[in-house]
């Protein structure tokens, strides 16, 4: 079943979606980075270029012919063709079709109001059921 981690209280959603990637490429995972739509796709593409001047984190956008052989696939069409499907990171407002297709899905919810109430409804419905859920809160520790 899949694994569901909800991350709370993010103040910049673009960066840690960046930092998860970096994790994940180094631990040797691969990842679908789930943007809220073209436009957030493009800057989240240009931010894992930028993200540091020391790592490279390989990506590519879903649909690219080298996606099938890249560990980082950036998108906004949750009916792209994906490659893989170890580990999806969720920027959007809403449930990704799909998503109990993965192994383990990252919530990232914003210090918005709108972002977080769209957060906690998606948490009691994965809750309901019975996913396996865990909860971090970005600044506590």
Known sequence: MTRIDFHTNIPDKLSYACRLARKAYAARGKVVLLADGP???AQLN???WTLSGTDFIPHVMAG?????????IVTFDEGAELPHRDMLVNLTRRTPAGFDSFARV?????TDEE???A???RYV??????YPLTHFVAGQS
């Open 39 to 41: 436009d957030q796709a």
């Open 46 to 48: 240009e931010a894992l």
């Open 64 to 72: 690219d012919p080298l996606a099938p052989e890249t560990p980082v």
């Open 106 to 110: 990252f919530e990232i919810i914003s």
């Open 115 to 117: 972002d977080a109430a």
């Open 119 to 121: 957060g906690r409804t």
């Open 125 to 130: 419905a994965y809750k309901r059921q019975q």
